[in-house]
């Protein structure tokens, strides 16, 4: 079953009249974007906002919300405001807040020097030089890891599935890269993201997919075909995108067509799936997760960004 908002997102550009989900120097992506609507049913014309993809993402976590009202369905939070990747914060942060403390022992020492001696004072300035000693070989050692330390970067999920938690960084489930369309840039930085998720992970692997309203099979091919790294691509018509497949494969003067083979190969490996499989996904989350990692592994966490409850305005 496709998604219930799918057809409002789609929409003609003004300029030269072709899909907003083609590539407008690909003849083949501008067949099948025309093809693809009109088994949508979308009206010949319509005219939708500049930002199809923020919209997509919008509308999917207004509809996956009311699912599971007991779990955070959001836009765009970082992966490292979740439990699995709660390490992964700790090292940057100490980069940020780190500062020398030598300064400080000096001003101590000054201020100790500038004392009358006595027995108490000559002990306080041998334990002030002995500070100094220590605090030195820290700072030696906390400017070597600033050098050499990586700092592994993620993407930001552009929709998160989560378990709250009291007290602790919440669960995430399920994350999703959500691409209107596809380039080859694009479905590689999924890709990369999926291998990222998988690799620095503390827990369990949360469910990574990629949803969009691609029609190009060879666009697909490259998150759907092999790729551990994405465990599925969503998309918001799957039923239509078969009928238009199947339809542009029957203009063709022979059967042998290399995106409809593609097409084809996806599909029977279960490697594309129809959006109300992701509704399914998200309402089979088990409740009540037990945390996989210590209380207070991590702490000051950042909030999630908070952006899933904005309306679908540029739809009206």
């Given at each position: 079953?496709?998604?219930?908002?799918?057809?409002?997102?789609?929409?003609?550009?003004?300029?030269?009249?072709?899909?907003?989900?083609?590539?407008?120097?690909?003849?083949?992506?501008?067949?099948?974007?025309?093809?693809?609507f009109e088994e949508m049913g979308v009206p010949e014309g319509?005219?939708?906002?500049?930002?199809?993809?923020?919209?997509?993402?919008?509308?999917?976590?207004?509809?996956?919300?009311?699912?599971?009202?007991?779990?955070?369905?959001?836009?765009?939070?970082?992966?490292?405001?979740?439990?699995?990747?709660?390490?992964?914060?700790?090292?940057?942060?100490?980069?940020?807040?780190?500062?020398?403390?030598?300064?400080?022992?000096?001003?101590?020492?000054?201020?100790?020097?500038?004392?009358?001696?006595?027995?108490?004072?000559?002990?306080?300035?041998?334990?002030?030089?002995?500070?100094?000693?220590?605090?030195?070989?820290?700072?030696?050692?906390?400017?070597?890891?600033?050098?050499?330390?990586?700092?592994?970067?993620?993407?930001?999920?552009?929709?998160?599935?989560?378990?709250?938690?009291?007290?602790?960084?919440?669960?995430?489930?399920?994350?999703?890269?959500?691409?209107?369309?596809?380039?080859?840039?694009?479905?590689?930085?999924?890709?990369?993201?999926?291998?990222?998720?998988?690799?620095?992970?503390?827990?369990?692997?949360?469910?990574?997919?990629?949803?969009?309203?691609?029609?190009?099979?060879?666009?697909?091919?490259?998150?759907?075909?092999?790729?551990?790294?994405?465990?599925?691509?969503?998309?918001?018509?799957?039923p239509a995108l078969k009928r238009a497949m199947k339809k542009?494969?029957?203009?063709?003067?022979?059967?042998?067509?290399?995106?409809?083979?593609?097409?084809?190969?996806?599909?029977?490996?279960?490697?594309?799936?129809?959006?109300?499989?992701?509704?399914?996904?998200?309402?089979?989350?088990?409740?009540?997760?037990?945390?996989?990692?210590?209380?207070?592994?991590?702490?000051?966490?950042?909030?999630?960004?908070?952006?899933?409850?904005?309306?679908?305005?540029?739809?009206?």
């Amino acid at each position: 079953m496709p998604a219930p908002f799918a057809a409002s997102l789609c929409g003609f550009r003004p300029k030269n009249g072709n899909p907003n989900t083609s590539d407008n120097n690909d003849k083949g992506s501008i067949e099948l974007g025309l093809a693809l609507f009109e088994e949508m049913g979308v009206p010949e014309g319509q005219v939708v906002g500049d930002d199809p993809g923020a919209n997509m993402e919008i509308a999917i976590v207004n509809d996956l919300q009311p699912h599971r009202s007991d779990l955070l369905i959001r836009r765009g939070p970082s992966a490292l405001a979740f439990e699995q990747y709660a390490h992964l914060r700790v090292f940057p942060e100490f980069r940020r807040g780190h500062q020398d403390v030598m300064p400080h022992v000096e001003h101590l020492m000054r201020l100790a020097s500038a004392l009358p001696s006595s027995g108490p004072v000559d002990q306080l300035r041998t334990a002030i030089a002995d500070a100094e000693e220590v605090f030195r070989g820290q700072d030696r050692m906390s400017e070597r890891l600033k050098l050499y330390m990586p700092e592994e970067s993620l993407l930001n999920l552009d929709i998160t599935c989560a378990s709250e938690q009291e007290a602790m960084e919440p669960i995430l489930h399920l994350g999703l890269s959500s691409k209107w369309s596809l380039r080859t840039d694009r479905a590689q930085d999924c890709v990369s993201q999926g291998s990222k998720l998988a690799s620095q992970r503390r827990g369990p692997m949360p469910h990574y997919a990629v949803i969009t309203m691609e029609p190009r099979p060879a666009m697909l091919k490259i998150l759907a075909d092999g790729s551990g790294s994405v465990d599925y691509v969503y998309h918001l018509d799957l039923p239509a995108l078969k009928r238009a497949m199947k339809k542009v494969r029957a203009q063709r003067r022979s059967n042998k067509w290399s995106p409809g083979d593609t097409f084809d190969r996806l599909l029977n490996q279960g490697r594309i799936r129809d959006y109300d499989q992701l509704v399914d996904a998200v309402k089979n989350i088990p409740k009540g997760l037990r945390p996989s990692v210590p209380e207070h592994a991590a702490e000051q966490v950042p909030p999630p960004h908070d952006s899933g409850s904005v309306g679908l305005t540029a739809l009206s």
